[in-house]
């Protein structure tokens, strides 16, 4: 008999083992932390910061100082208007302050740079370009449009400038990264199609110098002008949350932008940071004085050095390649090197440098080589750090050779290393009503190209043997448990789950170990240093196990192959909480959470804890003790108690950050048939308390995210969405977070990026 998941309380410290297998009385689980490859924790510990400290000043235009009210919400700040950069002091350290722009201009160039940082805050429709000296001057800016006003783009934007939130650290743990390369002459024409264009990109690429700028009479000016770049790169920014890369690539380089004048591409690429965009292209050629300044000044921007090789002579074993790459990391956080070749072996060539820079300078940034023309497309389907890719709905590729997402996948599927897959949506009984998802996930891998075959499965009310079944195969790729299954439920297993990892049992990450609920299943090859997983069944033939026709004769996972059990409904809960909200403001801050069980509570508690909120108020589970470790948690057990957490008065933002303000999160995990007893906490909780106005938080709308799937359902009596609304909140539902979960399963179980958007659109609003 397996011995039980031992008690959460005590969990070993990472990189210890916890019992599931079945070699022991007590038997080790991997535990994700060892793993080499992403996981949930670079996020939670990497992707999520504090940020900068300073106090943000805002300025503001003629009749706008309403966006500094919506600013300091964003940050979960309260905010005052003041007569000048000068007058902040200490004591508004943690406040949102507005001045504005007129005002602003005089000062800010002898601003104290250690106690505030400025944001300009500019809406195109007063007319572009923003005053250029503040331009100049400031810290960072934001262009707005008050007709379309995205409070998403403004959210990252603040996550990203502040420092909150790093895209580039979860990027980089990931096993492959593409970015799109967009070529259009103006940005509007990509809006219609940017769901699907983006399908599989970790970023996008806007050119720059391939913008168009129309002067009249069927002109175009030789560059576009900054102002003209802002408004473009705001309308992409407004439309895709992917992290956008900033390039004006020169004449030299299969650009546009002239070479004459090296300052006017710091201009450009300076100006590129204070947008706050996540990577900036800066071109190797360039004075190493403006390399280094950009460097030196990029704040959360990352710079992607570039140097592209078009004189057919290029050699990559040679000195020039190795002094090119040491030259280009001196200033880099991602190193782009590519080469126009003439014969196949190149490619071969371009390997053994990856792989001698690798070796040789381990603690360089990544190297990101391709080589171009039809050549070089093998290099494109082995390189896997931010590998440039294009689609057929782009007006031209970006550069000779370039390949879509689809067609390298496809190229890998040929030659054998991305071998066709049997993925599976694990459901149970209960779920049979649900909207079957097989479709979503069909057209998914058929826009990625991807070889793989997906099947729903239902498995059996009891036992594990229908699961380790499906698991147990050569073609095993993959699954999502829906409903997730609890650890304590796995690690009943006697066969091939306890078989794994010579008698250990699966890896589990640390989402998965805490939580104590799997609902993602990933496949991965071990590293050599971790033991290989033992299959419970003879190995059999390579190919062909059909979906559904699976006996427990066939073959089970190649040798050199685990199991990582891993949760990925928080990432769905926390990307969800921070559509709208930057991270700072749930820092500190006081969350109910509502659910029958701890296992329903529990990847909500794992968010909460992630975005460090100071205290969690519970209704209806006992929480378990892992989390009671890191959280202050305080059980609601009488009318009183709700009474007091309701009227607590937080003087002053000091006690809203040690989580003394009332609620300012409510999650409730409840079903519909406890609607009621939402709705009544909700609406105490709604309308903030007379007196906590000294909390200076009465701008923010409160946070409602109801977890209960309503889907099908039609609008529910005493809907708790509904009635949070019309209490002030800002609800969210199960829709999002699914949609923000699936993005995160098939990063999970086939690496690929599919933006949130296309998930709402290729699988149609009745889906969720
Ligand atoms: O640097 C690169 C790579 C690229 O030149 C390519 O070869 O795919 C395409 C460019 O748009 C991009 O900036």
Redesign the pocket.
């Known amino acids: 008999m397996m011995a039980a998941v031992q008690p959460l309380e005590s969990l070993p410290a990472p990189g210890q083992r916890q019992s599931f297998g079945r070699n022991h009385i007590a038997m080790d689980i991997d535990i994700e932390t060892r793993a080499p490859r992403a996981s949930h924790e670079m996020t939670i510990r990497g992707g999520l910061q504090q940020g900068d400290a300073r106090t943000v000043v805002i300025m503001y235009g003629p009749g706008q100082e309403q966006i500094v009210a919506v600013f300091a919400e964003v940050l979960g700040k309260p905010y005052r208007l003041k007569g000048g950069i000068r007058d902040v002091t200490r004591d508004d350290q943690d406040w949102v302050i507005g001045v504005s722009a007129e005002s602003a201009k005089a000062e800010i160039a002898s601003r104290n740079r250690g106690l505030v940082v400025t944001i300009n805050a500019h809406c195109t429709t007063l007319g572009m370009p923003p005053d250029i000296y503040l331009s100049a001057q400031t810290d960072y800016e934001w262009l707005y449009t008050e007709a379309s006003f995205f409070r998403r783009d403004l959210t990252r934007f603040v996550s990203h400038t502040l420092g909150q939130l790093s895209h580039h650290e979860t990027l980089m743990a990931k096993p492959r990264t593409y970015f799109i390369?967009t070529?259009f002459p103006d940005v509007h024409a990509a809006l219609p199609n940017i769901d699907i264009l983006t399908v599989g990109s970790d970023a996008v690429?806007i050119?720059v110098d391939l913008l168009k700028e129309p002067l009249g009479n069927g002109r175009f000016s030789e560059i576009p002008s900054l102002s003209y770049v802002g408004e473009q790169l705001m309308l992409l920014r407004q439309r895709t949350e992917l992290p956008i890369?900033f390039?004006t690539?020169c004449t030299k380089?299969?650009g546009r932008f002239p070479m004459d004048n090296p300052d006017l591409f710091y201009e450009y690429l300076y100006r590129a940071i204070q947008w706050g965009v996540e990577y900036i292209?800066v071109e190797l050629w360039l004075p190493e004085t403006i390399r280094r300044r950009l460097y030196e000044q990029r704040g959360s921007s990352r710079i992607m050095s570039?140097f592209?090789d078009f004189s057919g002579t290029f050699k990559w074993p040679s000195q020039r390649a190795e002094s090119i790459f040491l030259q280009s990391r001196r200033y880099a956080d991602i190193v782009?090197m590519?080469a126009i070749i003439n014969d196949h072996n190149e490619n071969f060539e371009l390997e053994y440098f990856r792989s001698k820079i690798k070796a040789e300078y381990p603690d360089s940034p990544p190297l990101s080589a391709?080589n171009?023309g039809e050549t070089g497309q093998f290099s494109?389907t082995l390189n896997k750090v931010f590998t440039?890719?294009?689609h057929p709905l782009l007006p031209i590729?970006?550069?000779?050779?370039?390949m879509s997402a689809a067609e390298i996948n496809q190229a890998l599927a040929l030659v054998g290393q991305l071998p066709k897959k049997n993925i599976y949506g694990i459901t149970s009984p209960s779920m049979r009503s649900a909207i079957p998802q097989a479709p979503f996930y069909e057209k998914c891998f058929n826009e990625l190209g991807l070889p793989h075959h997906f099947a729903v499965v239902e498995r059996q009310p009891k036992g594990l043997a229908s699961i380790e079944t499906w698991c147990n195969q050569r073609n095993f790729g993959g699954a999502y448990l829906n409903p997730a299954m609890s650890l304590t439920n796995l690690a009943t297993s006697k066969g091939f789950f306890a078989s794994l990892n010579n008698g250990n049992g699966p890896v589990l990450s640390e989402a998965a170990r805490l939580i104590g609920m799997v609902d993602t299943i990933v496949v991965r090859p071990a590293t050599s240093s971790s033991s290989a997983s033992t299959p419970s069944s003879p190995p059999r033939q390579q190919n062909g196990d059909s979906v559904g026709a699976i006996s427990s004769t066939q073959s089970g996972l190649p040798p050199n192959t685990s199991l990582v059990f891993d949760n990925a409904s928080w990432k769905g809960i926390l990307s969800t909480l921070t559509r709208d909200l930057a991270p700072s403001a749930y820092f500190g801050c006081a969350a109910v959470v509502l659910a029958s069980s701890a296992d329903d509570a529990a990847s909500a508690l794992f968010a909460l804890k992630a975005l460090k909120v100071g205290k969690v108020y519970t209704v209806g589970f006992k929480t378990p003790p892992a989390f009671a470790k890191d959280l202050l948690i305080e059980p609601f057990n009488s009318l009183e108690s709700i009474q007091r957490a309701r009227t607590v008065n937080a003087n002053g933002t000091e006690s809203i950050r040690a989580g003394a303000g009332s609620p300012f999160v409510v999650v409730s995990a409840l079903g519909p048939e406890k609607s009621n007893l939402v709705g009544m906490l909700v609406r105490l909780f709604g309308s903030p308390p007379r007196g906590e106005a000294g909390a200076g938080r009465e701008n923010s709308r409160r946070v409602f995210l109801d977890l209960a799937d309503g889907s099908g359902h039609g609008p529910r009596k005493g809907d708790p969405g509904l009635i949070a609304e019309q209490c002030g909140f800002a609800a969210y539902g199960a829709a999002d977070v699914t949609a923000f979960t699936t993005v995160e399963t098939l990063r999970l179980l086939v690496g690929q990026n599919v933006p949130y958007s296309f998930v709402r659109l290729a699988s149609g609003r009745q889906f969720f």
Do not use: C
Request: glycine share 4%; proline share 8%; no cysteine.
């Open positions: 390369s070529t690429e050119r890369i390039t690539r380089e299969n292209d570039a592209h782009k590519i391709v171009m494109r440039p890719i294009t590729i970006a550069a000779p050779g370039q």
